[in-house]
């Protein structure tokens, strides 16, 4: 179905020093042959770089280096080429042109990697983690999708459902001798193997609240009365990060985030845009706004003024903040204003007054200290999110649906496997989960799907 030879831009749309043209298919070498002045590309062995000349009918394009990468060791299997050429992006597209006059076509969107996928180099889950390593921006979201890449958690999930597979066609086979009461499928096996599979979609979901918490940062809200110090604490949080500390202006929501990473961690810090201007702007922080910031955030930061002589207005404050699963860490800020002596009191009040688990970090923001405790007790809540069993790690919230569809699915066998169901719906229940197991790596996909994962690649990809 590959006939057609693609081209397209491989580097990013702007101006770099050199930029990178993809050519993949049967013809790409005929193609590229007819616009390079230089050695023959139709007779170069495979892996070998060329230098030479673009031409569009006889005027020269650019000067030019042209890899050529037979099938089918190459990224889609297929014949391929890389064009580097000076990177400009008028170049890029005079030379695309010069291809496309020759027979060659524009890519679609992720099309390269579709083809990859299509000619049974990788499957579905490892073609996502090309997508999620390109974008990735820290270095756990790196480790996580190169570990997706090199077949992670799809291989495992693959074993096991070649596994259930097998007891199937058991089963199956028992269909067939119906009656004669036969049972040529183990009914004890297949327990164990159910709890296993269970055992392993159930701490692969689990693993997505570490894979989000990679792929996409922390949600961290920062609130305390005014005056309390939050500005003074946002600033010394960021004061290593600012220089390569970014404002993301929320697409989505009205807010401002700032992003703060702790040892490869990210952390978005929700809705700053008041914090920096809180000296001037006296009037108290709503109820309303706060909790609107604590319901986007995983973690509550906290903060109280070590000088207050009533925490009344705190206690009443965070009781109305919280909620389940949501991460306290209550933050007793100004500590160099008042004798050490106080602290325990102050946190004994707090543990009386507040039914929620927290950490009590005592800082001083204006004199920095314990700053790196607390963002030690922030990297320390994603650590222990990490699943027990090390490098799976779910990013992906297709991956989290349909594992959640076959931990259901599994469920559903486990429970006609003991409740003497009949032999076909128990062949029917397993198939079901079988199907759903396949969707994660690609064995069971259709188009619709396959155009919604694609499509959502830059061209060139
Ligand atoms: P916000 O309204 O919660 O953002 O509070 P600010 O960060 O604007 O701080 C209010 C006042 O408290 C300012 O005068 C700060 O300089 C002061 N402040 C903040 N943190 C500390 C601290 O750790 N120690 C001391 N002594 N003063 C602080």
């Not at 000067?63 to 992006?89: D, Q």
């Not at 409740?419 to 076909?424: D, V």
């Amino acid at each position: 179905m590959n006939k057609e030879t693609i081209c397209a831009l491989a580097t990013a749309n702007g101006m770099g020093a050199i930029g990178v043209i993809r050519v993949s298919g049967d013809d790409s070498f005929r193609i590229v042959n007819k616009v390079f002045e230089g050695k023959n590309l139709e007779k170069a062995t495979s892996h070998t770089v060329h230098y030479g000349f673009i031409k569009d009918a006889d005027e020269v394009i650019d000067e030019v280096m042209v890899a050529v990468f037979h099938a089918p060791k190459t990224f889609t299997t297929e014949n391929s080429v890389e064009i580097s050429f000076h990177g400009s992006p008028h170049i890029a597209k005079r030379i695309l042109e010069a291809l496309i006059k020759n027979g060659a076509r524009m890519a679609k969107a992720g099309e390269f990697t579709l083809r990859a996928f299509m000619n049974g180099r990788i499957d579905l889950s490892q073609a996502e983690s090309i997508a999620d390593l390109i974008a990735s921006e820290n270095e756990a979201s790196r480790k996580v999708a190169l570990n997706q890449l090199k077949g992670g958690i799809s291989q495992e999930i693959s074993l096991l459902r070649t596994d259930l597979l097998n007891f199937t066609s058991l089963i199956e086979l028992e269909l067939d001798f119906a009656e004669e009461d036969v049972e040529f499928a183990d009914r004890t096996a297949l327990n164990g193997l159910l709890n296993k599979i269970e055992y392993k979609l159930s701490s692969l979901i689990e693993s997505f609240q570490y894979g989000n918490a990679i792929k996409n940062g922390t949600a961290v809200a920062i609130i305390g009365k005014p005056n309390a110090g939050k500005s003074t604490l946002l600033n010394a949080l960021l004061k290593e990060e600012r220089a390569i500390v970014s404002n993301i202006a929320g697409t989505t929501r009205d807010t401002i985030e700032e992003v703060l990473h702790i040892k490869g961690h990210a952390f978005r810090l929700i809705d700053t845009a008041g914090l920096r201007e809180t000296m001037d702007e006296i009037e108290a922080i709503g109820v309303q706004k706060a909790k609107e910031k604590v319901a986007q955030a995983e973690v509550l930061v906290y903060l109280v003024d070590a000088a207050t002589a009533d925490f009344s207005e705190d206690f009443e404050m965070l009781r109305s903040l919280l909620r389940d699963k949501l991460e306290l860490i209550i933050c007793l800020t100004k500590i160099d204003e008042v004798v050490p002596t106080q602290f325990e009191a102050i946190e004994d009040l707090f543990r009386k007054e507040i039914n929620h688990p927290f950490d009590f970090i005592k800082i001083s923001a204006l004199e920095n200290r314990n700053i790196q405790e607390l963002k030690n007790e922030l990297s320390s809540f994603v650590e222990q999110m990490k699943s027990e069993e090390g490098n799976a790690v779910i990013t992906n919230q297709r991956h989290f649906e349909a594992l959640q569809r076959s931990l259901d699915a599994v469920n559903q066998v486990k429970e006609a496997v003991s409740s003497q169901i009949t032999t076909e719906l128990l062949a029917y229940e397993l198939r079901n989960a079988i199907e759903y197991l396949g969707e994660i790596s690609g064995e069971f996909t259709n188009d619709e799907v396959l155009g919604n994962i694609f499509s959502k690649f830059c061209i060139g990809k």
